[in-house]
């Protein structure tokens, strides 16, 4: 099983950037696919994006489609979460989670990190 801790969240204007990265630990990173979830209060844990266990088949939510770009880096570890256009409603803890398969729903999801927290102002 996977440790993961996110990193890179903050407070950013409303059309600004970030990126997200996800740091693993523990064996055979490389043969999860991995995805990133978002939770604002009030809401439920939603699907953001997920990639394979290569890094392929980036699969994405609507409501973040051609804004945001998830990557996979098996050699360092890593998965970032490219995030341009951002919005107030993106607001959010995003979350990296570790998958035997592939899918957008989160209780597929074994390993999760602690989550880091998002803030887009108007």
């Known amino acids: 099983q996977l440790q993961l801790v996110e990193s890179g969240g903050g407070l950013v204007q409303a059309g600004g950037s970030l990126r997200l990265s996800c740091a693993a630990s523990?064996?055979?990173?490389?043969?999860?696919?991995m995805g990133w979830f978002r939770q604002a209060p009030g809401k439920e844990r939603e699907f953001v994006a997920a990639?394979?266990?290569?890094?392929?088949?980036?699969m994405y939510a609507e409501y973040v489609k051609g804004r945001f770009t998830c990557s996979k880096d098996n050699a360092k570890k890593q998965l970032y979460l490219q995030m341009n256009g951002l919005r107030p409603e993106d607001t959010a803890v995003y979350y990296c989670?570790?998958?035997?398969?592939?899918?957008?729903?989160?209780?597929?999801?074994?390993?999760w990190g602690p989550g880091t927290q998002v803030t887009v102002s108007s």
């Open positions: 989670a570790s998958v035997h398969g592939f899918g957008g729903q989160p209780k597929q999801y074994g390993s």
């Open positions: 523990g064996r055979d990173f490389s043969a999860y696919s």
């Open positions: 990639v394979d266990w290569n890094g392929g088949n980036p």
